[in-house]
């Protein structure tokens, strides 16, 4: 079994920034692929970047290329998730989670239905 915690969301500006912790632990060698994932009200949860375990590939969706940056502190067990030039449509509950099967792609794996282990959330909200 894998924990995740998430932290470092809160309220911001439109065009402000935020950054993202996931800290897990447990079994932390046991998944394959690690992501944050998004939920907002009445939508659909979804992706918002996955990293390989080795940290060597990474996906993003169109809805924040070029914005968002997923990063990894193996030493110290986080995963960060560094939001620039953030837009109202960014807010929503981040979720960190974890892919404990083997993956042949990031990208094809970047899916919600694909990880199997997840952390709380944390809001973020972006005023317009």
């Known amino acids: 079994q894998l924990q995740l915690v998430e932290s470092g969301g809160g309220t911001v500006q439109t065009g402000e920034s935020l950054r993202l912790s996931c800290t897990y632990s447990g079994f932390i060698h046991d998944f394959y692929a690690i992501g944050w994932f998004r939920q907002a009200p009445g939508k659909e949860r979804e992706p918002v970047a996955c990293?390989?375990?080795?940290?060597?590939?990474?996906y993003y969706p169109d809805s924040v290329k070029g914005r968002f940056t997923i990063s990894r502190d193996a030493a110290k067990n986080t995963l960060f998730l560094q939001m620039n030039s953030l837009k109202p449509e960014d807010t929503a509950v981040y979720y960190c989670?974890?892919?404990?099967?083997?993956?042949?792609?990031?990208?094809?794996?970047?899916?919600?239905?694909?990880?199997?282990?997840w952390g709380r959330g944390t809001q973020v909200t972006v005023s317009s």
């Open positions: 990293l390989s375990d080795n940290g060597a590939h990474s």
């Open positions: 989670a974890a892919e404990r099967d083997p993956i042949t792609s990031v990208r094809d794996s970047c899916l919600v239905r694909k990880y199997d282990y």
